[in-house]
């Protein structure tokens, strides 16, 4: 059973940070590429940000240089470090495991989702 549970999700102001985590199963860890996909109300779901097993990352242009994902092994946990928030960030954050060969922005290639942590950035 391929389990993930995210956590950390809450109200922010615009322009602080928030860090959000997803612990998964031991498996997942080992096996699959990790990452982070978020969903607006009213909007697609849309990918966020990527890590393999040996750290290379891959992140969607709107996140780039705020947003840092992070794993560590022996916690089973990955994280997501969001600073400089805006009010569009706004969104479910969602934890997905890969099965893949190779970082990918495609939600269809995740095989497992988390249950999701809101996400709110307001004044």
């Known amino acids: 059973q391929v389990q993930l549970v995210e956590s950390g999700g809450g109200l922010v102001q615009p322009g602080g940070s928030l860090r959000l985590s997803c612990a998964a199963s031991r498996r997942t860890f080992s096996n699959y590429k990790m990452g982070w996909f978020r969903q607006a109300p009213g909007k697609e779901r849309e990918f966020v940000a990527a890590?393999?097993?040996?750290?290379?990352?891959y992140y969607a242009d709107s996140v780039k240089g705020r947003f840092t994902i992070s794993r560590d092994n022996a916690a089973v946990t990955i994280y997501l470090q969001m600073t400089s928030l805006k009010p569009e960030d706004t969104a479910v954050y969602y934890c997905a495991a890969n099965p893949g060969l190779v970082l990918t922005s495609e939600a269809a290639r995740y095989a497992y989702w988390g249950q999701g942590t809101q996400v709110t950035v307001s004044s």
């Open positions: 890590i393999n097993w040996s750290g290379g990352t």
